[in-house]
C-alpha cells in the first residue's frame, strides 16, 4: 500500500503529527485497511490519542467551507461529510453504495493540487469506490454528478 501523504501547509501544522500512537505505522496501515474492509471504524487502544486527522475531520465538519456548504444545501442524501477514510478526509462518503464526491474550488486548478488529487482518487479507487469531482458553484457538474449517483442508488 503506498504512502500518504499531507501536501497542504494549513494541514501540515494541523496534522504535523497525524499518527500519535506507540505502535509501528504499518500496523496502524493494517487495521486502517482491515477497518474499511470491514465497514467498522478503528477503535483505539485505551489511554492512547485518536490520530490528529479525526480532530480535523470534526473541526471540518464544525466549519464547512461555503462551497461544501452550497453542496449539502442541494444534495437530497443523508451522505457522511468529511468522514475519515483511511488517511484522507474525502468531502461526501457513502459507505454503502461506495461512492465518493469531492468539491472542487478555485484552488483545484493548481497543478500541485490536481496531481495530489490524482493520489486521492487512485487510492479511494482501490478500496471500490467511484470517485466523482463536483466544481464548486457549478450547477451543471452538480446535476451531472447527481444523475451518476442516482444510477448507483438504483442498480
Request: proline share 4%; aromatic share 14%; glycine share 2%.
Amino acid at each position: 500500500m503506498s504512502k500518504c501523504k499531507i501536501y497542504n501547509k494549513n494541514e501540515i501544522d494541523l496534522l504535523s503529527e497525524s499518527i500519535n500512537l506507540k505502535i509501528p505505522k504499518l500496523t496502524l496501515r493494517q487495521s486502517r485497511v482491515k477497518a474499511l474492509k470491514t465497514k467498522t471504524k478503528l477503535s483505539f487502544l485505551p489511554g492512547r490519542k485518536k490520530p490528529k486527522i479525526y480532530t480535523f475531520a470534526k473541526t471540518l465538519n464544525e466549519n464547512l467551507p461555503r462551497s461544501e456548504k452550497w453542496f449539502q444545501s442541494l444534495w437530497p442524501f443523508k451522505d457522511q461529510f468529511n468522514e475519515v477514510f483511511g488517511c484522507f478526509i474525502p468531502d461526501v462518503l457513502n459507505r454503502k453504495y461506495k461512492y465518493i464526491i469531492e468539491i472542487d474550488g478555485t484552488i483545484h486548478q493548481i497543478k500541485a493540487v490536481k496531481k495530489r488529487d490524482r493520489k486521492k482518487d487512485l487510492y479511494y479507487r482501490k478500496f471500490g469506490y467511484t470517485v466523482f469531482r463536483v466544481i464548486a458553484y457549478d450547477i451543471n457538474s452538480y446535476n451531472n454528478v447527481y444523475a451518476r449517483v442516482m444510477q448507483i442508488r438504483n442498480l
